[in-house]
């Protein structure tokens, strides 16, 4: 990829997602597109092995960025939202969210049901999602009580905008695949493929902190050998990671640049992160 350059804010993030996903890269969306964008050709896929709440690649989809975006998530409650919105019934779920009246009870009620497919299994995430304290899926995370201006539950639970989002990514279905399973898997796959552009944001769980453990079910992976398979690719790739000596050395170890760059988490409270490739400019 050629070196940074022109408006990144041209490139400001458009809110599509349905989640309200920890750890999510709204803020490093700019600098992404803006990288697609200053490339020779246009990538013929952009592949994301680590979805989760897929910011960047339904930014990519929605700006053309790339002829095709490959999302893949192995989490079993998020995938059933993306199989939904992207190979099933969106207008079903988004209707049937508007229509949910949401109080307490209701909500107790709904999640205490087994659900009977993936529509109902995709509605029932996105609800513990938009409910839960940082949108935290993962087992033990508690629900909102104060939240925005005293609202409680319903201060991230947003019907009519949630359901112009999933209808938007719904939209888009013909430039998107969802792909349920490992992200690694999917790398080594397209190892050799130079036409495809990464972007790769694993949960964090390298270092002492390791966030990752108390924000995702799926936390568990081998760092060392995503390293590895990133040295084997022969397509553009841009990794985050968190800020820790380890990863440092894992990158040094495969000669790949490291930039820091600084962020606010979902508490505004500024932190800096890595970005982690081939050929980085500051």
């Known amino acids: ?62 700006r053309g960025l790339a002829e095709h975006v490959t999302l893949v998530e192995l989490d079993e409650d998020v995938a059933a939202v ?45 609800l513990r999602n938009r409910i839960s304290r940082g949108g935290i899926l993962a087992p033990g995370a508690g629900i909102l009580r104060q939240g925005e201006n005293g609202r409680g539950i319903k201060s991230r639970w947003y019907p009519e905008t949630l359901r112009k989002r999933i209808l938007q990514v719904a939209e888009m279905r013909e430039r ?56 084997m690719l022969t397509g553009n790739f841009l990794m985050t990671y968190s800020n820790d000596e380890r990863v440092r050395r894992l990158a040094l170890r495969y000669n790949f640049d490291v930039r820091e760059i600084t962020m606010r988490n979902n508490h505004h409270i500024k932190k800096t992160e890595l970005l982690i490739g081939r050929n980085l400019r500051e």
């Open 176 to 231: 998107i695949t969802f792909i349920h399973g490992d992200g690694l898997d999917v790398l080594r796959e397209n190892a050799q493929r130079a036409d495809v552009v990464f972007f790769i944001d694993p949960p964090y769980t390298v270092g002492d902190k390791k966030p990752g453990r108390r924000l995702y079910t799926h936390y568990e992976i081998d760092h060392d050998e995503l390293f590895r398979v990133a040295s």
């Open 82 to 126: 993306w199989e939904t919105i992207i190979n099933g019934n969106a207008r079903s779920l988004a209707d049937r969210i508007v229509a949910f009246n949401l109080t307490l009870d209701s909500v107790a009620e709904e999640l205490s049901k087994s659900p009977t497919d993936l529509e109902d299994r995709a509605f029932q995430i996105i």
């Open 1 to 62: 990829m050629r070196s940074y350059s022109g408006p990144i804010s041209d490139y400001s993030a458009k809110l599509l997602s349905p989640f309200r996903y920890p750890g999510g890269k709204t803020w490093l969306v700019p600098l992404i597109c803006q990288r697609l964008h200053n490339m020779e050709s246009k990538p013929v896929e952009f592949i994301e092995p680590f979805a989760g709440g897929s910011i960047v690649g339904l930014n990519v989809a929605f």
